[in-house]
């Protein structure tokens, strides 16, 4: 059963630009939830998702940030017109019930 | 507000000695704690998983406590190694099981 994949690792956008972020969960976990880490923080959750359903988007910035899981394919972390803030690591979690598990995270640079 | 907080922020320690990390948290309501290892730039390993009706969890030389009551839990790590170096998070599992995480315990075990 292979681990959570998050892809693209790395990830530069420059100013204005739209970031995609994907996440696979692990085979049968039907919860996934993203996570920022900023630089010298600590990680805050975002926004929790099961299949075609956003459940909890309390994390979220209220703009320019969008979360979806669809029925097929991997979950989409969106930021549009990104600005140098959103440098940051991001996290993807997926979960059969209770223990989460992390995937490796995407690290995206805003220049 | 859901705080985690962690002590000490760092701690350097000769390789082969016992070692408690601590972790507390304001909402008794508390649905699980887990103990995860950050490696610098990676993503993160979990631990050690307890429910909220648990008092403790063991792997090797881990254990984990938790005390609802107090609002606090902690991570033993018996006979320390210089492997072990790495950043230690703890996150309480809240509402949806979003987890509020600290912001860490750096560990540098000294060969």
């Known amino acids: 059963n292979a681990g959570v994949m998050q892809n693209p690792r790395h990830l530069v956008r420059r100013r204005g630009q739209e970031a995609r972020l994907r996440c696979s969960p692990m085979k049968g976990h039907s919860h996934v939830y993203w996570y920022r880490q900023l630089p010298e923080e600590g990680l805050k959750f975002m926004v929790y998702?099961?299949?075609?359903?956003?459940?909890?988007e309390s994390g979220m910035p209220k703009e320019r940030f969008s979360a979806e899981f669809p029925k097929e394919g991997p979950s989409i972390l969106r930021i549009q017109q990104v600005v140098r803030g959103d440098s940051a690591a991001y996290f993807c979690?997926?979960?059969?019930?209770?223990?989460?598990?992390f995937g490796p995270g995407t690290r995206l640079t805003v220049l | 507000k859901q705080e985690v907080t962690q002590i000490p922020a760092a701690l350097s320690v000769p390789e082969g000695e016992n070692l408690v990390l601590n972790c507390s948290f304001t909402?008794?309501?508390?649905?699980?704690l887990q103990w995860f290892r950050q490696d610098p730039g990676k993503g993160l390993t979990s631990l050690l998983l307890i429910q909220s009706s648990q008092r403790e969890q063991t792997s090797g030389r881990l254990n984990a406590s938790l005390d609802k009551s107090s609002g606090r839990s902690t991570l033993y790590i018996a006979a320390s190694q210089p492997g072990d170096s790495a950043t230690y998070l703890c996150?309480?599992?809240?509402?949806?099981?979003?987890?509020?995480f600290g912001s860490g315990t750096k560990l540098n075990v000294k060969p």
């Open positions: 996150a309480r599992g809240g509402n949806f099981n979003k987890f509020y």
């Open positions: 998702l099961q299949k075609e359903n956003i459940i909890d």
């Open positions: 909402d008794s309501a508390i649905y699980n």
């Open positions: 979690a997926s979960s059969p019930v209770d223990e989460q598990f």
